[in-house]
């Protein structure tokens, strides 16, 4: 059985003579909550646009829920719902009435409007009109109206854009819930790296439309871009900066004074502490900091993307 709902192989694409994307690879697996991250300009929606039909696949290929998008958009668009940004409603009518218009379109059961507005939370507030609604209830009937026609993929452009911290909790968990209960594979695109890492199962990390990196969360805490990072202030930095690169360790941007060295392990910081002093250098600090997503996005962004092995890890696309 094919383990991803989405695959894209070789993506590539230009608005006119800009290129965009160029050989974008991605793997979304089937349950997973996908975290698409990536700086401004990086490719996120123009990916999201062509996944959900709004673009064409001009070279490369797309299969979502294991058929060719090109060939099958229709039944893919079917098994999929959509949220990009804020949902488009009707703000003179009720929540229960801007979900019955859209039943109506996608030919769902008048029963479902009931158990979208349940499983959203806005059951109580089904008859009040749209427009009385919190930035974050909006969003979660954004949602509902993705739910009607029972997808088995949602594929979010920034949901908690613009939302305060309670509305951002809401929508959070609501997409949580969806994953866990209700077996949704999510796909969410978001600046918000600190969203991002308190509920997404695998993260892809893309600049210049380009897959930098993907990986579960656990594996890009623990793997190929090591986590640890060593801080250290010595009598003469930029000697010592020199003397950890000449000798191949992966200097990170500074935030501080302190040097900021890639560490694997503790017997690594006490070798690096003997090479400084062994140059003749006066050690006056060494701490070691475990990096969140946020440190780890700007390091993998800020590389040489030529230098960033992440394809290897992702399967290659079956025919
Ligand atoms: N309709 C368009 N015509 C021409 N260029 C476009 C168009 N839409 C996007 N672009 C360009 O494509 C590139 C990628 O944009 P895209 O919106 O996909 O990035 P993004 O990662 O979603 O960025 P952001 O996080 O800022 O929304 C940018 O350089 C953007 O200027």
């Known amino acids: 059985m094919n383990p991803f709902i989405i695959e894209t192989h070789g993506l590539s694409y230009s608005f006119g003579k800009h290129q965009v994307l160029h050989d974008l690879e991605l793997r979304v697996p089937k349950g997973a909550i996908f975290g698409f991250l990536g700086p401004n300009g990086a490719g996120k929606s123009t990916t999201i646009r062509i996944l959900l039909g709004l673009l064409p696949v001009p070279k490369g290929q797309v299969r979502v829920h294991g058929q060719d998008l090109t060939e099958h958009r229709i039944d893919i668009l079917r098994r999929t719902g959509s949220l990009i940004e804020m949902p488009t409603l009707y703000r003179h009518l009720s929540g229960h009435d801007n979900l019955e218009m859209h039943r109506r379109m996608v030919q769902a059961p008048f029963s479902r409007i009931a158990e979208v507005l349940q499983i959203v939370g806005l059951?109580?507030?089904?008859?009040?009109?749209?427009?009385?609604?919190?930035?974050?209830?909006?969003q979660r009937l954004g949602i509902a109206l993705a739910l009607l026609s029972e997808p088995e993929l949602l594929v979010m452009d920034e949901p908690t854009n613009g939302l305060d911290p309670s509305g951002i909790r809401e929508v959070r968990e609501l997409i949580v819930r969806l994953n866990r209960d209700f077996g949704k594979t999510i796909f969410l695109s978001s600046h918000l790296l600190s969203e991002i890492e308190k509920c997404a199962t695998e993260v892809a990390i893309i600049d210049k439309g380009t897959t930098l990196y993907q990986s579960s969360l656990q594996q890009l805490y623990q793997g190929t871009f090591q986590s640890n990072v060593l801080h250290l202030e010595t009598s003469n930095n930029t000697i010592a900066h020199k003397l950890l690169t000449d000798h191949a360790y992966q200097l990170l941007p500074q935030q501080d004074e302190a040097l900021a060295v890639q560490v694997q392990d503790r017997?690594?910081?006490?070798?690096?502490?003997?090479?400084?002093?062994?140059?003749?250098?006066?050690?006056?600090?060494?701490?070691?900091?475990?990096?969140?997503?946020?440190?780890?996005?700007?390091?993998?962004?800020?590389?040489?993307?030529?230098?960033?092995?992440?394809?290897?890890?992702?399967?290659?696309?079956?025919?």
């Open 267 to 319: 017997q690594q910081v006490a070798k690096i502490n003997r090479f400084l002093i062994v140059n003749g250098l006066e050690v006056y600090r060494l701490s070691t900091h475990t990096q969140n997503l946020e440190e780890l996005f700007l390091n993998i962004t800020n590389r040489d993307s030529a230098s960033v092995t992440i394809s290897e890890s992702i399967p290659a696309l079956k025919p």
């Open 123 to 138: 059951t109580k507030d089904a008859h009040r009109k749209t427009k009385e609604y919190s930035l974050g209830m909006s």
